[in-house]
């Protein structure tokens, strides 16, 4: 049975503490895998939270929508046709997002897309692959999934921001490259990032809020504040909401509705 939590999340901020801007509430999405149902339980939780707030309301979405999940096809349909009413919505790019992308130039080079999640995304659409495609395969998958992408999917994929920041915080996918200032970071560092970033204590000039890197709690630190629970293998999505000094979390929490282990890319 699929249920929502509301919590509170770390302690109440004192003068010095990082925060969004007066007037302002930000609601983070982790990554999502192609786990529609979740996606729609967590944007009706989100609807209800925000429904008495009169400021301005902003959805960040950190990437990876896609892949692992059953349902990827329908996640974009429900981002695009779907948009939650008096929300502005900011869409980053993950890495899964850009292995699509570089499978539809080359897929030969890309191939790797399918062990950790095209298969899925693809099934969405409805292509299927043997297991062991070879040159010819791989070129004509590539191309199915060209012909029957629409264009509105091939546009999102394509404009996804790399980051985005509101107050002291920063939102990216996978991290940030410490010691780099964060209108220098590397395009790469922003997809695919982990331990360099995760196991840093450096101040980063704001708090980084990202997702990529599974953990089986929201991973909370004086410099990053990381935001993948999993979702395709625990049912758990997860959005960490920012107002003022304050922060707390909506979650869905359910069966989970994919079998890959939690520790895949």
Not at 77 to 103: M, T, W, Y
Not at 242 to 253: F, P, S, V, Y
Request: glycine share 12%.
């Amino acid at each position: 049975m699929l249920k929502t939590l509301l919590k509170p999340f770390g302690k109440r901020a004192g003068p010095g503490s990082p925060a969004v801007p007066e007037g302002c509430r930000v609601y983070a999405v982790g990554d999502i895998h192609g786990c529609d149902d979740l996606l729609g339980a967590l944007h009706r939780r989100i609807e209800r939270d925000a429904a008495a707030w009169e400021g301005r309301k902003l959805l960040v979405y950190l990437g990876d929508y896609i892949d692992r999940g059953p349902a990827s096809k329908q996640v974009i349909d429900r981002l695009i046709g779907q948009p939650l009413a008096g929300f502005e919505s900011v869409f980053l790019k993950g890495n899964h997002e850009q292995a699509l992308l570089d499978f539809l130039d080359y897929p030969e080079e890309a191939a790797s897309w399918l062990t950790f999640g095209g298969r899925e995304t693809l099934g969405s659409y409805g292509i299927r692959t043997s297991p062991y495609p070879g040159h010819r395969e791989l070129v004509g998958v590539s191309e199915a999934l060209s012909t029957v992408l629409p264009d509105s999917h091939r546009d999102f994929f394509n404009n996804g921001r790399m980051s985005w920041s509101s107050g002291d915080y920063y939102f990216v996918h996978a991290g940030i490259r410490p010691g780099v200032a964060l209108d220098r970071q590397n395009l790469d560092d922003q997809l695919w990032i982990r331990e360099d970033f995760t196991e840093s204590r450096a101040d980063h000039g704001k708090i980084v809020v990202h997702g990529h890197t599974i953990a089986p709690e929201v991973e909370l630190y004086p410099n990053r504040i990381g935001i993948d629970t999993g979702a395709f293998a625990s049912g758990v999505l997860t959005c960490l909401v920012l107002e003022g000094k304050e922060q707390r979390l909506i979650q869905t929490a359910g069966d989970p509705v994919g079998g890959r282990h939690a520790g895949d890319n």
